[in-house]
């Protein structure tokens, strides 16, 4: 009986294991190898590689380009992304068809993506442009401007990431209680009124999740950049991540790829601080989950 006891109490670790050993290897060991030769220069420890990086106006201008992209691109995914989460919530005859519909971007890789708009998007031949004529709307540059790319891959990205985040959010509204609309309903209260003042503090947990998640993933973004635009024109789409790209397979700098990249790291550090902040409502664990909360990880 006493072997059976420890064979339970054991099992659940071994099966954990080989989890375990992958993420240690695949994930915290480069992280942790990124750190260490961020801090190699010239063959000693120090502060060399990062010395030199806050001198080069390029890694200022990525890190310009990378925070507008990222405080216009989150919130806009985040709140359209819950405005269709509401929609499709609705206990609706055949609702599921356009839940899935929805959802298919999210099932396509960023790389195909980036290459089915950017033949939408070319300014010559592309189908938006002629959507466009039809309104008699002069043609766009699009992906070729300087002023317009970014916010065009901001379009790309929103079209892939909405559906994907939607699905988070609706499960979390799937977890409030029908009553409690019930009851706001009998007291008068409309749409508008429930959804400010019930449904988004019943959420909260999860619109926390996804702020946190979605904002990572957006500042780790660069299939879009190096694919359509190679961070042009005039840099105007070079985000840290592609400086980080450049520095080690065209600049074959690895000491300025690591240290661009221990930014990054420190950045999302920073950002899954705040998560648990966000989730940490008036001193409770982080851990203890509530009514319409949600804990899940993107992996």
Do not use: H
């Not at 063959?43 to 507008?68: A, H, P």
């Not at 309104?135 to 070729?144: E, K, R, S, V, W």
């Not at 592609?242 to 950002?271: C, H, N, P, Q, T």
């Not at 989730?279 to 409770?284: H, K």
Request: with cysteine.
């Amino acid at each position: 009986m006493k072997a059976r006891r420890i064979g339970r109490t054991v099992l659940p670790y071994i099966l954990i294991t080989p989890a375990i050993v992958l993420i240690v290897y695949f994930k915290i060991y480069p992280i942790c190898n990124t750190f260490l030769d961020s801090l190699t220069y010239d063959g000693s420890l120090s502060l060399g590689n990062f010395s030199t990086l806050f001198g080069d106006k390029y890694f200022w201008d990525s890190l310009l380009v990378t925070v507008k992209f990222n405080l216009i691109l989150t919130p806009l995914q985040i709140f359209l992304a819950l405005l269709v989460s509401l929609l499709v919530n609705a206990d609706v005859r055949g609702i599921g068809a356009f839940r899935t519909i929805f959802y298919l971007p999210a099932t396509m890789s960023t790389a195909v993506a980036a290459i089915i708009w950017n033949t939408m998007l070319n300014p010559n031949s592309g189908v938006i442009n002629s959507l466009l004529g039809m309104l008699q709307i002069p043609p766009q540059p699009f992906l070729t401007s300087s002023s317009q790319a970014i916010y065009c891959i901001m379009l790309i990205t929103t079209w892939i990431g909405v559906g994907y985040w939607m699905m988070f959010l609706l499960a979390g509204l799937k977890n409030v209680d029908r009553a409690v609309y019930e009851s706001a309903r009998v007291d008068g209260a409309g749409w508008l009124t429930i959804t400010l003042k019930i449904t988004i503090p019943m959420i909260r947990r999860t619109l926390a999740f996804v702020l946190i998640a979605d904002t990572t993933i957006n500042l780790l973004m660069f299939a879009p950049m190096q694919i359509i635009t190679s961070g042009g024109p005039q840099r105007s789409t070079a985000v840290l991540m592609y400086e980080a790209y450049k520095s080690y397979f065209l600049y074959v700098d690895k000491g300025r790829g690591d240290a661009i990249v221990a930014v990054l790291l420190l950045i999302i550090a920073f950002v899954c601080a705040v998560q648990f902040l966000l989730i940490n409502d008036r001193g409770e664990k982080p851990g203890k989950a509530g009514k319409g909360g949600a804990g899940c990880e993107k992996v």
